[in-house]
């Protein structure tokens, strides 16, 4: 017998495969107290939560019997993925059950924002009978900015055709031919904000995207435009959007998410243009019960058969494969998270993997969806996990090739990712090495050899006297230390480059100061999500070194 614990209001309904199901023991407990809840989890194999359980590392630290956390619902900010995938507990969600309810309510947001009918309701309710005050605007011919074409930014612009909606759309990975076939128009954030009269967004939040819509953006738009935010919190600069519309340039906005819930700001809440909804994009009847469906029978699944269909962490792996490849997946993850940084963020068209040595012997089908996730997620953030990612290369029109090489690159174990949108490649290899852990040995056509970090500094300059001292100095007028530094060229006196690993972040000024010097042509800072968790020793003798790249 499996149990399972229930810590947030789940649908029941959605809950009954699980409950009905004779290897599984139900108990629902909402509103555990952390401590009680720290007190009992050991005694639980799976367990399922929606938003208000915190399942952090100190709850995982007692959880010694938990296989399965499962998130009713798409994100998991709530969940410690790390922590959860080193003690190897499977994390799944439900990823699409709500994509029709964020979608219609989405649309009740953009109408009711076009006719003022909260506003209306409400003076109308108090007794006030005023007609005059709440003229709105039609939704035909209007032209609809899609800011985030992927599962919901889709359906709805989809629907928003049948109000008779012009759509202009936006996504990295949007292609002209998609976006044909769906009866829309690919476009730029620039010309979604010079014509669009609605702007919806549809978009994770991401470090490229927190705070896309704002001052400087919203100067760009067209006079009397109309936001609509039912994705996440952050992507709209919320100070930036009031001054716009108290100024009269944006008309108005519908805000189902914000960037601390709940939201708390009077200029939001008392703005008679701004209509505001405490988060209800995922919750219909039929999306709870849908999401409470598809976490219970994939949880069914994996007990059951083993088979694991919406985890956003790493599968389970026999413990020979996981002892050799963990490192692997890790520096995997950050080569993709580099690369797509590499090629100016752009979105790829192609990607292509090699690996050398020893790795070819191993199964590197995980390990190949780890990189290939990497890529992905610089743009699609926790919305593609390891399960999903083949899919969505395929759905974006992505192609990719492994390749297989039995030289060993003068490591025992290498690999190398390649990205190119056709106009712009970027390379990375990289390799572990036994006692010392991840290396970046190449950079584009540069030999370098470089520890990953949460923040690297690539500079490409001219391969003259004083470039390093120049640079050292003018981050250190900034208050930025530098951790170490690399430097790496093909020819003595020609193009060359130097990665540095920082302590902390940079502005886009100190960046722009750089791009001054003479001989440098590019600053790039390079950021990782994750960072190297790799214990010296740990690997086994296989990764040595062999011989000297």
């Given at each position: 017998?499996?149990?399972?614990?229930?810590?947030?209001?789940?649908?029941?309904?959605?809950?009954?495969?699980?409950?009905?199901?004779?290897?599984?023991?139900?108990?629902?407990?909402?509103?555990?107290?952390?401590?009680?809840?720290?007190?009992?989890?050991?005694?639980?194999?799976?367990?399922?939560?929606?938003?208000?359980?915190?399942?952090?590392?100190?709850?995982?630290?007692?959880?010694?019997?938990?296989?399965?956390?499962?998130?009713?619902?798409?994100?998991?900010?709530?969940?410690?993925?790390?922590?959860?995938?080193?003690?190897?507990?499977?994390?799944?969600?439900?990823?699409?059950?709500?994509?029709?309810?964020?979608?219609?309510?989405?649309?009740?947001?953009?109408?009711?924002?076009?006719?003022?009918?909260?506003?209306a309701h409400q003076k109308t309710a108090a007794g006030e009978w005023d007609r005059n005050s709440f003229k709105g605007v039609e939704l035909y011919k209007k032209t609809l900015g899609v800011i985030g074409m992927g599962k919901i930014g889709t359906e709805v612009a989809k629907r928003?055709?049948?109000?008779?909606?012009?759509?202009?759309?936006?996504?990295?990975?949007?292609?002209?031919?998609?976006?044909?076939?769906?009866?829309?128009?690919?476009?730029?954030?620039?010309?979604?904000?010079?014509?669009?009269?609605?702007?919806?967004?549809?978009?994770?939040?991401?470090?490229?995207?927190?705070?896309?819509?704002?001052?400087?953006?919203?100067?760009?738009?067209?006079?009397?435009?109309?936001?609509?935010?039912?994705?996440?919190?952050?992507?709209?600069?919320?100070?930036?959007?009031?001054?716009?519309?108290?100024?009269?340039?944006?008309?108005?906005?519908?805000?189902?998410?914000?960037?601390?819930?709940?939201?708390?700001?009077?200029?939001?809440?008392?703005?008679?243009?701004?209509?505001?909804?405490?988060?209800?994009?995922?919750?219909?009847?039929?999306?709870?019960?849908?999401?409470?469906?598809?976490?219970?029978?994939?949880?069914?699944?994996?007990?059951?058969?083993?088979?694991?269909?919406?985890?956003?962490?790493?599968?389970?792996?026999?413990?020979?494969?996981?002892?050799?490849?963990?490192?692997?997946?890790?520096?995997?993850?950050?080569?993709?998270?580099?690369?797509?940084?590499?090629?100016?963020?752009?979105?790829?068209?192609?990607?292509?993997?090699?690996?050398?040595?020893?790795?070819?012997?191993?199964?590197?089908?995980?390990l190949t969806r780890t990189l290939l996730k990497g890529v992905l997620s610089y743009h699609l953030s926790d919305s593609v996990n390891l399960i999903n990612v083949l899919h969505l290369l395929k759905e974006q029109g992505v192609s990719y090739n492994v390749a297989k090489n039995a030289t060993n690159k003068g490591f025992a174990n290498y690999m190398e990712l390649?990205?190119?949108?056709?106009?712009?490649?970027?390379?990375?290899?990289?390799?572990?090495?036994?006692?010392?852990?991840?290396?970046?040995?190449?950079?584009?056509?540069?030999?370098?050899?470089?520890?990953?970090?949460?923040?690297?500094?690539?500079?490409?300059?001219?391969?003259?006297?004083?470039?390093?001292?120049?640079?050292?100095?003018?981050?250190?007028?900034?208050?930025?230390?530098?951790?170490?530094?690399?430097?790496?060229?093909?020819?003595?006196?020609?193009?060359?480059?130097?990665?540095?690993?920082?302590?902390?972040?940079?502005?886009?000024?100190?960046?722009?100061?750089?791009?001054?010097?003479?001989?440098?042509?590019?600053?790039?800072?390079?950021?990782?999500?994750?960072?190297?968790?790799?214990?010296?020793?740990?690997?086994?003798?296989?990764?040595?070194?062999?011989?000297?790249?």
């Open positions: 017998m499996y149990k399972v614990l229930v810590t947030d209001g789940i649908s029941h309904t959605g809950l009954v495969s699980l409950i009905e199901h004779p290897h599984f023991i139900v108990e629902r407990q909402p509103t555990l107290p952390v401590a009680e809840l720290k007190n009992i989890i050991g005694d639980y194999d799976a367990l399922i939560v929606r938003s208000q359980t915190k399942v952090t590392v100190e709850l995982l630290e007692t959880a010694g019997r938990l296989r399965v956390i499962a998130r009713a619902g798409v994100g998991v900010d709530n969940i410690d993925v790390n922590a959860a995938t080193r003690k190897g507990i499977i994390v799944i969600n439900a990823p699409g059950a709500n994509t029709i309810a964020a979608t219609e309510h989405t649309l009740a947001m953009m109408l009711s924002l076009a006719r003022k009918i909260p506003q928003a055709k049948s109000f008779g909606m012009n759509i202009l759309g936006f996504d990295p990975y949007l292609t002209e031919e998609r976006a044909k076939k769906l009866g829309f128009t690919k476009a730029s954030l620039d010309l979604i904000a010079a014509e669009s009269d609605f702007i919806t967004i549809h978009t994770p939040l991401t470090n490229d995207t927190r705070g896309l819509v704002n001052d400087d953006y919203l100067r760009k738009t067209k006079k009397g435009v109309r936001f609509v935010n039912c994705a996440r919190g952050g992507v709209i600069d919320e100070k930036a959007l009031v001054r716009a519309i108290k100024s009269g340039h944006v008309a108005g906005a519908a805000l189902d998410v914000f960037e601390k819930e709940p939201v708390a700001d009077v200029e939001l809440l008392q703005n008679p243009n701004i209509i505001v909804t405490p988060h209800l994009g995922a919750s219909t009847i039929e999306a709870q019960e849908k999401v409470a469906q598809e976490v219970s029978a994939e949880i069914i699944e994996i007990f059951e058969t083993q088979s694991i269909q919406n985890a956003v962490n790493m599968p389970q792996m026999s413990g020979e494969t996981q002892a050799k490849l963990q490192p692997y997946l890790l520096l995997g993850d950050q080569m993709g998270q580099l690369v797509i940084q590499l090629l100016n963020k752009q979105a790829p068209a192609k990607i292509e993997i090699n690996y050398y040595g020893d790795l070819i012997d191993e199964d590197t089908e995980l390649c990205v190119s949108n056709g106009l712009e490649t970027a390379r990375i290899g990289a390799t572990v090495l036994n006692g010392y852990g991840a290396r970046i040995l190449k950079i584009n056509q540069y030999r370098i050899d470089v520890k990953p970090e949460k923040y690297l500094l690539y500079i490409k300059h001219r391969d003259v006297p004083g470039m390093i001292g120049k640079v050292g100095s003018l981050l250190g007028d900034y208050g930025i230390n530098i951790g170490t530094m690399q430097v790496g060229r093909t020819e003595v006196g020609g193009e060359a480059i130097m990665v540095l690993t920082l302590d902390k972040t940079m502005g886009a000024d100190v960046i722009g100061e750089l791009t001054l010097i003479d001989g440098l042509d590019e600053a790039h800072l390079l950021e990782l999500t994750n960072v190297d968790t790799f214990e010296p020793g740990r690997v086994e003798p296989e990764f040595e070194i062999v011989e000297s790249i």
